[in-house]
């Protein structure tokens, strides 16, 4: 069965440093997320991605953070200058269609020290 | 208001037990609504997906929405330890317009089932 894959599986960094964290979604899927959850809070959506484009994202979604679809395989979320308040867990996921399910990666624990 | 409430439990039940998993929801928007499940240090995988307001069943699993009440529960029979995970409720608005399919999700309910 086909599933969304990350890696890192967890990253430890600098304050200040920068990160990317991999995904590479399921192969037919067009529509792309990027979530969070902060250990013991909620799952937070940060980002949509569509066509090459960011189609919806929160107010976390700031300046620092940015995401890319390289090539036909992975789709990166990069987080410029790191700040301790960015150790979560990021989670990738794709639905084939807009409407569609959301399937989720097992995530990428990122630690800020 | 927060948008989608949960009970965060946690909730401890023999084996075998029914278990009722529920939220609430603040925004008329959401008519999508779904039931995750996420075991430790996992990513979340969806159990169930509903639109309507009604009841839908998958196997031990059943899903209730009440949209004029913004309720939505996730009823699990005859549990077993396996169960044991957080359950994540999320909704989703009306997919095109403004929305392209953002996730709203719950705080989780720790569910353990013991033998």
């Known amino acids: 069965e086909p599933e969304v894959t990350q890696t890192p599986s967890h990253q430890v960094t600098q304050m200040g440093q920068e990160v990317i964290l991999r995904c590479v979604p399921i192969?037919?899927?067009?529509?792309f997320y990027w979530y969070r959850q902060i250990l013991g809070q909620k799952v937070e959506f940060l980002v949509s991605?569509?066509?090459?484009?960011?189609?919806?994202k929160s107010e976390i979604f700031d300046d620092q953070f940015s995401v890319e679809r390289p090539d036909g395989s992975n789709f990166t979320l990069k987080i410029r200058s790191t700040k301790l308040e960015d150790s979560a867990m990021y989670f990738c996921?794709?639905?084939?269609?807009?409407?569609?399910?959301?399937?989720f990666g097992p995530g990428t624990r990122l630690l800020v020290l | 208001q927060k948008e989608v409430e949960q009970d965060p439990g946690p909730l401890s039940v023999p084996e075998g037990a029914i278990v009722s998993l529920n939220c609430t929801y603040s925004?008329?928007?959401?008519?999508?609504f779904m039931w995750y499940r996420q075991y430790s240090r996992k990513g979340p995988e969806l159990l169930m997906y509903t639109y309507s307001s009604g009841n839908k069943e998958d196997g031990r699993f059943t899903a209730q929405v009440d949209k004029s009440s913004k309720y939505i529960s996730l009823f699990i029979r005859d549990s077993q330890p396996s169960d044991s995970a957080t359950y994540l409720c999320?909704?989703?608005?009306?997919?095109?317009?403004?929305?392209?399919?953002?996730?709203?999700f719950g705080q989780g309910t720790i569910l353990t089932v013991h033998p």
């Open positions: 999320a909704t989703k608005a009306n997919a095109g317009g403004t929305s392209y399919g953002k996730l709203t």
């Open positions: 192969s037919n899927h067009l529509y």
């Open positions: 925004n008329s928007a959401f008519q999508y």
């Open positions: 991605f569509y066509n090459n484009e960011i189609s919806e």
């Open positions: 996921a794709s639905s084939r269609g807009l409407g569609e399910t959301q399937y």
